[in-house]
C-alpha cells in the first residue's frame, strides 16, 4: 500500500539551531515528493518538491530536503531555525494508479521553534 | 501567482443545514481538490475533479457531494451538515495530471456545526 509516515508528532529547536522534520514514504515505482508548511489558520504553502535529478533540493525560507532512496525518506532541513518557523509541516507523497496521481500526505508534524 | 480562493473563514451553522463551500482558482487549472484537515489525521481527500462536470470520490466522500459546472469553480456541498462534519476544509487546484505539478491551497474554511 502506498503511504507517507511523519515519525514525530511534535519538533522541539532553539533559534538558530539546524533543524530536522522527518519524512519516509512507500509507494511503489518512481515517488514524487513534496514538503508544505501551514501556519496557523491558514492553508497550506508549497515549501519545496522532488521530481528527479539532485537528490538535494532547495526550496522557499532557506529550507532544503534530501531524497534518500534507499531509506526511502525525504527529511526537511533547514540549517539556523527561525522562531518564524514554527509551524505545522506536511510531507506528500503522489503516486499513479487507480486515484490518477493524487496526493496522500503524511498527519503531519508541529514544529516549534523557542528563542 | 497562483490564486485559489475560498467563500469564507469561518462559518457556523446547524446540525440537518445544507452548507455550501466555494473555491475558486485564477490559474485556469484543470484539476481541483476539496480536502477535510482535523488533527492527527491529516489531509483526507474528499472528492476531486479533473476537469468541468467531472467528479471522483476520495477517500471520505460520504455526507458530501461536489459540484463542478465552471472550470473555476468547484464547490462541496453538505447535503445535511451533522456534527462530525465540523472540520478544516481545504480547496486545492493543480495544472493536468503531469509529472511533478504542485498542488495549490486556498486558505481554508473552518466549519462549526453545532
Known amino acids: 500500500a502506498q503511504s507517507v509516515a511523519q515519525p514525530e508528532d511534535q519538533v522541539n529547536v532553539a533559534e538558530g539551531n539546524p533543524l530536522t522534520v522527518k519524512c519516509t514514504y512507500s509507494v511503489s515505482g518512481n515517488p514524487y515528493l513534496f514538503w508544505y508548511v501551514q501556519y496557523p489558520n491558514r492553508g497550506l504553502q508549497f515549501l519545496l518538491k522532488?521530481?528527479?535529478?539532485?537528490?538535494l533540493v532547495k526550496g522557499s525560507y532557506g529550507f532544503e530536503a534530501e531524497f534518500n532512496k534507499s531509506q526511502t525518506s525525504f527529511h526537511l532541513k533547514k540549517p539556523s531555525a527561525l522562531v518564524s518557523d514554527s509551524a505545522l509541516y506536511f510531507c506528500?507523497?503522489?503516486?499513479?494508479?487507480?486515484?490518477?496521481?493524487?496526493?496522500?500526505f503524511g498527519k503531519g508534524t508541529k514544529l516549534s521553534v523557542k528563542p | 501567482d497562483v490564486k485559489v480562493t475560498q467563500s469564507s473563514r469561518y462559518l457556523v451553522k446547524r446540525t440537518g443545514e445544507k452548507v455550501f463551500l466555494e473555491c475558486v482558482q485564477d490559474m485556469d487549472h484543470e484539476n481541483m481538490f476539496w480536502y477535510r484537515q482535523d488533527p492527527g489525521l491529516g489531509l483526507r481527500l474528499i472528492y476531486f475533479s479533473y476537469d468541468v462536470k467531472m467528479k471522483e470520490k476520495g477517500d471520505i466522500p460520504e455526507g458530501y457531494s461536489v459540484s463542478r459546472e465552471k472550470k473555476e469553480r468547484f464547490s462541496l456541498i453538505l447535503e445535511s451538515a451533522s456534527t462530525n462534519q465540523t472540520s478544516m476544509y481545504l480547496c486545492a487546484s493543480r495544472r493536468i495530471v503531469v509529472a511533478g505539478e504542485t498542488q495549490y491551497f486556498g486558505p481554508g474554511t473552518r466549519l462549526l456545526v453545532l
Open positions: 522532488y521530481i528527479t535529478g539532485d537528490n
Open positions: 506528500a507523497v503522489r503516486f499513479y494508479g487507480g486515484s490518477q496521481g493524487n496526493l496522500i
